[in-house]
């Protein structure tokens, strides 16, 4: 048996090791954070070691990489050809020939492509701040969850001790004739409850634990400082958020510069009716007179097939008149998103106003006079477990509430694009988008 256990641990510490060791071979640095961390620290440090996000970045490098060749001209040809029959000739020599050639588009065709792939780079590069915003709403909501799973648990810790001394209390009533053997049986009741409530509290920590450091590239079980403690943020007028993303969205900038993209497509679809030019020069040894050896030419490729260049020229505006429409859908959804977000974000709000000023204070006044009334013998035991148990189900609900701000206002950022402190200190967040862009 301690064999098996040891070989497990071995097993796991490898596990971890090989892990870690990955993420530094990529080029993560560990993260360094205090005894406890913030959703700023979080979110500095998935964003600098989520390899997702690292994925879209590698590929808009990649995308930017080809804008120049799209609009170079193709290699030249260089051709070179002999006539057999005058090998070891005498009399005229070998006979040879050497060609270069060089084609040329129709002008604006490969701006047409330079352009198109421009844009698709622009698009890419704009999908680079989609994946950020959508990892770092992914890192706050796991934050939140975090937040709330950790008070959970110390919420729980806190009602055993209360209910441990409730449970003296009453053990200390029946032994001096005073109290009933139920009370104390209530007391031992809610705590078996409290036992297996914390049972699930840490099955679920321990997957938001790994949830959040999957984000971050480390092993499941990796220590997370607890969380900081809830932070209000100010939530923006909803018509200062639709503009905002109107203009500033990366989705929409990036489903922009595809349309853009296939408009490009398209006006060297239309150029592909318009011939392409070859230039050439060379020489022939096979001309007796040194003055028809060298010979330059130009060709041209002849479009007849009309049929194909217009089906393809249709069928490239198509795109591009697809990619508008999902343009304005996309639009039109992100500001429903927006709406349904903002009025939850509003309703999360007014929640934990609620809780904090009214449903608390009452909790905890109730359970403190219930106990009073208990010890002075005008109340029973009773009212004091319910009383006790509500304390703790409002309290639970305030930090389920809080969590459930700090989500929602995850998700306002992810659809409006741009963080909600930011958006709340500076109306304008143009200077914010850049900052956001550049982390």
């Not at 990036?254 to 020069?281: I, M, N, S």
């Amino acid at each position: 048996m301690h064999k098996l256990f040891a070989v497990g641990a071995l097993a796991h510490a490898i596990s971890v090791l090989a892990v870690s060791a990955q993420a530094v071979e990529l080029g993560f640095e560990s993260p360094s954070w205090g005894p406890t961390i913030s959703v700023d620290e979080l979110v500095t440090s998935v964003t600098g070691r989520n390899g997702s996000l690292e994925e879209a970045k590698a590929a808009a490098k990649a995308a930017a990489y080809r804008v120049g060749p799209a609009g170079a001209l193709d290699d030249p040809l260089l051709s070179y050809s002999l006539a057999p029959g005058t090998i070891g000739g005498q009399s005229v020599g070998l006979g040879q020939r050497v060609e270069l050639s060089q084609s040329l588009p129709w002008p604006g065709k490969l701006g047409a492509r330079q352009e198109a792939a421009r844009q698709n780079a622009a698009a890419m590069e704009s999908g680079v701040d989609v994946r950020r915003l959508d990892i770092i709403a992914a890192t706050k909501a796991a934050y939140a969850e975090w937040y709330f799973i950790n008070e959970a648990i110390r919420l729980n810790e806190e009602n055993r001790a209360v209910l441990e001394d409730l449970r003296a209390v009453a053990e200390g009533y029946v032994s001096a004739g005073q109290g009933l053997q139920q009370d104390i049986l209530r007391a031992e009741s809610e705590l078996a409850l409290l036992a297996d409530q914390l049972l699930q509290l840490q099955a679920e920590k321990v997957g938001v634990q790994a949830r959040i450091n999957a984000l971050i590239n480390r092993a499941p079980d990796a220590f997370i400082p607890p969380p900081e403690g809830f932070r209000a943020t100010t939530l923006p007028e909803l018509p200062l958020l639709i503009a905002t993303a109107q203009q500033y969205h990366p989705r929409l900038l990036q489903l922009e510069h595809y349309a853009d993209a296939r408009a490009a497509d398209a006006e060297y679809a239309r150029k592909d009716f318009y011939p392409d030019f070859r230039v050439t020069g060379g020489y022939n040894s096979l001309w007796v007179s040194n003055d028809k050896r060298y010979m330059v030419g130009v060709s041209i490729n002849i479009p007849l097939n009309q049929g194909r260049l217009k089906s393809e020229l249709s069928a490239r505006r198509a795109e591009e008149t697809g990619a508008r429409w999902r343009l304005e859908d996309e639009r039109a959804q992100i500001l429903n998103d927006i709406a349904a977000a903002y009025a939850g974000a509003h309703r999360a709000v007014q929640s934990v106003a609620l809780y904090e000023k009214q449903l608390v204070p009452l909790a905890e006044q109730t359970l403190e006079a219930s106990i009073s009334e208990y010890q002075n013998r005008v109340s029973d035991f009773l009212n004091v477990i319910t009383a006790d148990r509500n304390k703790l189900y409002t309290e639970q609900s305030l930090y389920r509430q809080q969590a459930d701000f700090m989500r929602q206002m995850a998700e306002l950022e992810n659809l409006v694009g741009v963080s909600m402190d930011d958006l709340s200190r500076s109306p304008d967040p143009s200077q914010q988008t850049s900052e956001m862009n550049h982390e």
